[in-house]
Nanobody
């Protein structure tokens, strides 16, 4: 069983920065982890992914502003560092991992960006 818990969200002004964390229980060895977000009234979308080896992908809208990283030690934590936040980045941010043919999501952390 995998549990994911996000933290670090909160109100931020446009242009500000934030770092989100996702703590995972259980081994994440060999697994790709990802951050997704869901804005009000919109579908959930991929933000960034990171493999166990550290290879990353980003959605075009966040490239250059967002960095995903992970700690593969016992902490099993994946981070999402965001800077120069625009109001359109307002969303609930979720952590995701696929393990043994199952998809696991965290409960999400809210990131309202005020203009």
């Amino acid at each position: 069983q995998v549990q994911l818990v996000e933290s670090g969200g909160g109100l931020v002004q446009a242009g500000g920065s934030l770092r989100l964390s996702c703590a995972a229980s259980g081994s994440m060895f060999g697994l790709t982890m990802g951050w997704y977000r869901q804005a009000p009234g919109k579908q959930r979308e991929l933000v960034a992914t990171i493999t166990s080896g550290g290879s990353t992908t980003y959605v075009d809208s966040v490239k250059g502003r967002v960095t995903i990283s992970r700690d593969n030690s016992a902490n099993n934590t994946v981070y999402l560092k965001m800077k120069s936040l625009p109001p359109e980045d307002t969303a609930v941010y979720y952590c995701r991992v696929d393990k043994k043919y199952r998809t696991y999501w965290g409960p999400g952390t809210q990131v309202p960006v005020s203009s």
